[in-house]
């Protein structure tokens, strides 16, 4: 048997029940790293940084409720973090 990946109900993304934090991305690069995290706290979101296996990963939250996750999902990726994701 052939697994599929997660489905999407009609375009939604679905968001892990234990997410609480939105991953801005991995940025190999430190400056960028830096760029990014301080774009992401303009936007008034707190920022994480993590050592992912490759390079530096930037999160932002935590956040309490999945509708909050949603808000800066959608927030983030119109500013430019197209890869966020939640986590």
Do not use: H, M, W
């Not at 990946?5 to 991305?25: C, D, F, H, N, S």
């Not at 990726?77 to 197209?82: D, H, I, V, W, Y």
């Amino acid at each position: 048997i052939i697994s599929a990946p997660p489905a999407k109900a009609q375009g939604a993304e679905l968001i892990p029940a234990t997410a609480r934090y939105v991953q801005l991305g991995r940025f190999p690069d430190p400056a960028q790293a830096e760029r990014a995290a301080r774009r992401a706290a303009a936007l008034g979101y707190p920022v994480l940084r993590g050592t992912g296996r490759d390079s530096p990963t930037l999160l932002a939250g935590p956040f309490d409720t999945r509708e909050a996750i949603v808000r800066a999902l959608n927030r983030l990726r119109r500013e430019g973090f197209a890869a966020a994701v939640a986590r």
